[in-house]
């Protein structure tokens, strides 16, 4: 056998001197130059320098893997995929990794360019006509942060360290590359190129004035209140965040927060909101409100501050340039690290002395705010008429992770609220959702989150629409062949509750309304504990009784810990 090094050889070892650790790939007539290198070092006895390949049959559950790995991680990945195909099947995964802002490598091969065996790769199958598309780079254009092709192997590793360089620099996000079949055939020299001469960018503080600014308005504030988002996707972040908060007794609410920002269980927590239908009273009293890393900080329609309210905005992404409508009326804006910011605030409270006596009192004060609303929200952890409720099973689950080192997924779309309230995930890192708005993360995103962390209980909390958006029968087949068991929970409504509930937001007393036609409903449901089971040998479970509920998630995170997936379908009053 003859051993060459190519363009493919070459990728490849870019990425592994990159730190990337696997490529989730789903492979197609683009790849026989990465198939043949992967083989050739394998034979070498070189396996292990290189990215372990994850066959993923559904591009969803590949991209949404790399997006949870590098959530828990901070570490991109690779994911491969096929020519035009395969890349537009990465779909709203790839919406989902550039809102969530986290880092992947997307590369994807193209129809080769000569058609009469002039090159290497060369065309001689049909579907090389047919994949030939005008512009496949557009496809991910609109939600990527740098796209670029791979015109030759001798710069290939070049372009492997810049993209990652540009994806890791925050805002984090994907980033793509293609590479034609003649490219990804080329021989070239074996050649090295050090990746620490990409770092991504340092982060970046306030400017001086700035931080003299928001420290003297917390600080002179009857009301003060943080808001945040996605702080915690740096978990260093949020201990941080916690001493400033503490500094001077400032509530801090959680909104559309797909991470813990603060800690659940903590006196300061104001609590949570994603899509409010009334007003929340703490923001409308709040004086003095700090927007720290945060898409959404409420829903003016429903719910905002008040009119006199001196708003200040720091955040990784500070004026948002890819939403194209997007308004704070904030006093000032500022882009920086939000933890680089939140320290330098705290220090200048401290070194400036601008703590009072009432701050003490405030403390005081929202303490018992907080243990009211914690108190108010305890009452409702039971279930009603014999039916399991959302807050019910959450509570169920809560109880079921006390003690345990548990990483939870959160696809729960119309229970995200109840997730967040009863879950009160308090350790950063703990609870990560896709930050997107195209379901069907948590399938993939399982199975990433569990390679990112072995030794950890992974368990999505996920709708049944949700589910079967993740492409089950694709995502529960890698988790058995790859060994990555993890618990998913299904808030089973039997249906998509988000879309009725829209529709009675804007049509209170419409037709639809009237006639309870919605088209929702996936009745008769399919048994989707079952799809678990045919697809990935998991062990499938669906509950109805409230009784019987704690002994079979019990049951079921028994057999993950046994190194198998389970799947329980808890069954919740229909939509
Ligand atoms: C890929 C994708 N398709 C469609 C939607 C629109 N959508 C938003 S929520 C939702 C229903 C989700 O159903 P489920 O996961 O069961 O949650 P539930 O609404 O029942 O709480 C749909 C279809 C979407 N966000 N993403
Ligand atoms: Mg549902």
Redesign the pocket.
């Known amino acids: 056998m003859t051993s060459t090094y190519t363009t493919s050889t070459a990728f490849l070892e870019a990425l592994a001197e990159a730190g990337v650790s696997y490529i989730f790939a789903n492979l197609g007539s683009d790849h026989p130059g990465l198939i043949e290198a992967l083989a050739q070092v394998k034979a070498q006895g070189r396996e292990d320098e290189f990215p372990r390949l994850i066959v993923c049959p559904h591009e969803t559950v590949a991209l949404s893997a790399a997006h949870a790995y590098a959530t828990v991680t901070r570490r991109p990945q690779a994911v491969f995929v096929h020519v035009d195909a395969g890349t537009q099947n990465l779909g709203g995964a790839v919406s989902n990794a550039m809102r969530g802002r986290v880092p992947v490598l997307i590369f994807a091969g193209a129809a080769p360019f000569t058609i009469g065996g002039e090159l290497p790769g060369s065309r001689n199958e049909f579907i090389h006509w047919i994949q030939d598309v005008p512009d496949q780079r557009g496809i991910l254009r609109g939600y990527v942060k740098y796209d670029n092709e791979i015109r030759t192997g001798r710069n290939v590793k070049q372009l492997v360290h810049r993209a990652l360089q540009v994806a890791r620099t925050e805002p984090a996000g994907p980033v793509s590359l293609v590479g034609p079949r003649e490219v990804m055939e080329e021989p070239v020299e074996p050649y090295t190129v050090d990746p620490a001469e990409y770092p991504p960018a340092a982060p970046a503080g306030l400017a001086s004035d700035v931080i003299a600014e928001i420290a003297n308005a917390l600080a002179a504030a009857q009301k003060p209140l943080i808001v945040t988002s996605y702080l915690g996707r740096n978990p260093d972040a949020v201990p941080a965040l916690v001493e400033l908060a503490e500094l001077l007794a400032i509530p801090v609410l959680e909104s559309a927060a797909f991470c813990v920002n603060f800690p659940g269980n903590h006196y300061l927590h104001a609590g949570y909101q994603f899509t409010t239908t009334a007003q929340n009273p703490v923001l409308a009293a709040a004086d003095v409100i700090l927007v720290l890393d945060s898409d959404v900080p409420w829903i003016p329609a429903t719910s905002k501050p008040g009119p006199d309210a001196a708003i200040y905005v720091v955040d990784i992404d500070p004026v948002k340039a890819s939403l194209p409508m997007w308004h704070v009326p904030a006093r000032r804006i500022a882009g920086a690290d939000s933890k680089v910011a939140v320290e330098q605030i705290s220090r200048f409270v401290r070194d400036q002395v601008l703590i009072d006596a009432g701050v003490q009192f405030r403390s005081a004060v929202v303490e018992d705010a907080s243990r009211v609303r914690r108190a108010a929200l305890d009452a409702l952890e039971r279930p009603e008429h014999d039916v399991i409720t959302p807050r019910y099973l959450t509570a169920c689950v809560r109880e079921l992770l006390a003690g345990a080192d548990a990483l939870v997924l959160t696809e729960a779309?119309?229970n995200y609220q109840v997730v967040a309230e009863h879950l009160r995930a308090s350790r950063p890192g703990s609870l990560i959702g896709s930050g997107g708005g195209s379901l069907g993360w948590s399938g993939g995103g399982a199975v990433g989150a569990k390679l990112a962390a072995p030794e950890r209980v992974v368990v999505s909390l996920t709708?049944?629409?949700?589910f079967l958006f993740g492409v089950p029968s694709s995502a529960q087949w890698v988790a058995r062949r790859y060994g990555t068991p993890t618990l998913t929970v299904i808030?089973?409504?039997?249906?998509?509750?988000?879309p009725r509930f829209s529709t009675l937001q804007v049509h209170p007393d419409g037709a639809a309304a009237r006639a309870d036609d919605f088209h929702v409903s996936?009745e008769p449901e399919a048994d989707l504990a079952g799809v678990a089971q045919a697809a990935g040998g998991a062990y499938g479970v669906r509950v109805s009784d409230p009784g019987e509920l704690p002994g079979v998630l019990k049951d079921a995170l028994a057999v993950v810990r046994g190194g198998r997936s389970a799947v329980v379908s808890v069954q919740?009053p229909p939509?």
């Open positions: 779309i119309t709708g049944d629409g949700s808030y089973d409504n039997r249906g998509w509750a988000a996936f919740l939509v």
